[in-house]
């Protein structure tokens, strides 16, 4: 069975500018989560989608950050404009369903923004 | 809101020595704990994970951790460490839909 795929997995862009990334869920999985782990720090949730619906967007500086799943399956997260503290390793992750099926996380892709 | 504290950012210890990594919770309703290990340029791992019933709790490569309500904690345990056994590990605490991860503790191995 195929994991969940990020891309890029590196991405170096300068502050001010535009940046998207890319997950791909574990087929079948209802329930898409991104996450910001910025170094030295565990992860926090950005945005939770139960298909292609948000659940829950609280932490998600929605000034600059925005997320979509259309059709329910790959999603994608774009920062507009960057900042400096935006560096970090943005995580996805997928589950069967929401409630307390295991999270199965992607590689991360990391961003440094300069 | 829940938050999860994780005691020592870094462990060091000697290969076939005990592991044992702290972690401290807080939640209003009875907490959902959870255990993941990422290894460099590596997502998250599931170790292990508390719901409900028996207090200790099993895992993969060895790990267990127990959870204690009256100290607030959800220690994990190795009996004997493995140079494979060095990466990051994450406490974390779940209610409902909001997940909360701990800052994390660096294990290290030494030969």
């Known amino acids: 069975e195929a994991g969940v795929a990020q891309s890029p997995r590196y991405k170096i862009i300068e502050k001010r500018q535009s940046v998207a990334f890319w997950c791909n869920p574990i087929s079948g999985h209802a329930t898409l989560y991104w996450y910001q782990q910025i170094l030295g720090q565990g992860p926090k949730l950005l945005i939770q989608f139960q298909n292609n619906g948000v659940v829950d967007d609280s932490q998600l500086p929605k000034d600059r950050f925005s997320a979509e799943r259309l059709k329910g399956v790959d999603s994608t997260l774009k920062i507009q404009p960057a900042k400096l503290e935006d560096s970090a390793v943005y995580l996805c992750a997928s589950s069967l369903s929401d409630g307390l099926q295991e999270q199965y996380f992607g590689p991360g892709t990391r961003l440094t923004v300069t | 809101a829940q938050s999860v504290t994780q005691l020592g950012s870094h462990v060091s210890v000697s290969e076939g020595a005990l592991v044992l990594l702290r972690c401290n919770y807080s939640s209003s309703v009875p907490p959902y704990l959870f255990w993941y290990v990422q290894y460099p340029n590596q997502g998250l791992q599931l170790l292990l994970k508390?719901?409900?019933?028996?207090?200790l709790v099993k895992g993969i490569n060895g790990f267990e951790a127990e959870f204690k309500k009256s100290e607030t904690s959800f220690h994990l345990t190795k009996p004997s460490a493995h140079m494979s056994d060095a990466a990051e590990y994450f406490c974390?605490?779940?209610?409902?839909?909001?997940?909360?991860f701990g800052a994390g503790t660096r294990l290290t191995v030494k030969p």
């Open positions: 974390a605490v779940r209610n409902n839909n909001d997940m909360r």
């Open positions: 508390y719901t409900t019933g028996a207090t």
